[in-house]
């Protein structure tokens, strides 16, 4: 039997944004892919509205399981994630100088985008049982680093998947932060940072593929290249600007149909969705956004306890990273990392792990209300 509580603490309002982001997508990939000329449409926007029913159904799914269970068992969880991590190095399946996919036959998936959710998990978990009072020294920190992040962000580098692995790492910071941390340590950090930037630039910069490399000039330096490695971020802000105040109108965008613009259902689609809708309709979808986030902290703050306080505070950091990085890298103030716009870009795994980081917040939120027991 269902508790009348749980129906009654459900966030609709936070599901209904995120279902319209979803559609907004859709409708988005749909006008960026639309045949012009002899190019023949793809069926993007058709595997992606099945994707939404599928994660809409595991959405519900999960929040019916209270999430005391998740961090009962997140170590486990953990581990198996990092299990699945080797095995796509070991027997991945490659696309785009990438090995990222695990082919099932019937569907491939990337597990480094469900891994960001069970290293959530695991942080939660051991940040729930530190003392309260004491803040994080070096010791401990230097444990939850050997313990949670060293072995995950190689495993994701060696894919390669930069994007991904930042995120993990601002995941990480963000956490820690949030829990608290000696001052002098942060000091001490800080300094160690500044001064061991030249040597880790060096030595990353040695380890990186000739795209990152390329993406990293463009960033720097968009007009060095402008039909070559700037490409990208050059028609990535003709699109955006073209839009104008009102935007050119839905199905009247000539960047993403003419494939002026690269990746313009994934990685670019906020470009296309911003030459059609203009800064007014950037605005209205930047609001709903916000809404999330806002959401996110908001049941952090009102969570029954410190488990739940901390899993709604790691998807909400995970999904504010999606939004402020995929839109400043195509507003070219931040360099191409291939991080897509949650909810919105073509993917089916990244969107199947957008709803199960959203029903994460749902769940503590809806249940913010109960005693304290497993």
């Given at each position: 039997m269902i508790d009348r509580r749980l129906v009654e603490n459900f966030d609709w309002w936070l599901l209904l944004a995120a279902v319209a982001l979803s559609l907004i997508g859709v409708i988005t990939i749909y006008s960026a892919t639309r045949p012009v000329l002899d190019i023949q449409q793809q069926s993007f926007y058709i595997k992606q509205f099945y994707w939404i029913g599928l994660s809409l159904i595991s959405f519900f799914i999960f929040i019916s399981i209270d999430y005391k269970w998740f961090i009962k068992f997140a170590?486990?969880?953990?581990?198996?994630?990092?299990?699945?991590?080797?095995?796509?190095?070991?027997?991945?399946?490659?696309?785009?100088?990438?090995?990222?996919w695990i082919n099932l036959g019937f569907v491939s998936f990337q597990p480094s985008e469900f891994f960001k959710l069970l290293f959530i998990m695991a942080v939660s978990r051991y940040l729930s049982y530190k003392n309260q009072a004491a803040k994080i020294d070096f010791i401990e920190l230097f444990k939850m680093f050997a313990l949670f992040l060293v072995v995950p962000a190689i495993l994701i580098l060696k894919q390669p998947d930069l994007g991904t692995a930042l995120m993990v790492i601002f995941i990480f910071g963000a956490m820690i932060m949030t829990a608290g941390i000696r001052k002098k340590l942060m000091l001490v950090m800080l300094i160690l940072a500044v001064i061991s930037v030249p040597l880790a630039g060096k030595?990353?910069?040695?380890?990186?593929?000739?795209?990152?490399?390329?993406?990293i000039i463009a960033f720097i330096d968009p007009q060095a290249d402008p039909q070559g490695i700037g490409y990208h971020?050059?028609?990535?802000k003709v699109s955006i600007g073209s839009g104008g105040f009102l935007g050119k109108g839905y199905m009247k965008g000539t960047q993403g149909p003419y494939r002026f613009l690269p990746e313009n259902h994934t990685d670019f689609?906020?470009?296309i969705y911003a030459e059609e809708w203009g800064f007014l309709g950037s605005l209205v979808l930047f609001l709903m956004y916000f809404f999330i986030i806002w959401r996110g902290f908001d049941t952090a703050k009102n969570a029954r306890d410190r488990e739940g306080s901390f899993l709604a505070l790691g998807v909400t950091f995970m999904f504010s990273f999606y939004f402020f990085v995929n839109v400043g890298m195509t507003l070219g103030i931040l360099?191409?990392?291939?991080?897509?716009?949650p909810l919105m870009s073509y993917g089916g795994t990244s969107l199947f792990?957008?709803?199960?980081?959203?029903?994460?917040?749902?769940?503590?939120?809806?249940?913010?209300?109960?005693?304290?027991?497993?």
């Open positions: 170590y486990f969880i953990f581990g198996f994630g990092v299990v699945l991590l080797i095995i796509v190095l070991a027997a991945g399946r490659t696309g785009m100088g990438a090995q990222r030595y990353m910069w040695g380890g990186l593929k000739d795209y990152q490399k390329n993406r971020i050059t028609q990535s689609i906020f470009s360099p191409v990392v291939g991080v897509p716009l792990s957008n709803f199960l980081a959203l029903s994460i917040i749902e769940n503590v939120r809806m249940r913010r209300f109960a005693l304290y027991y497993y």
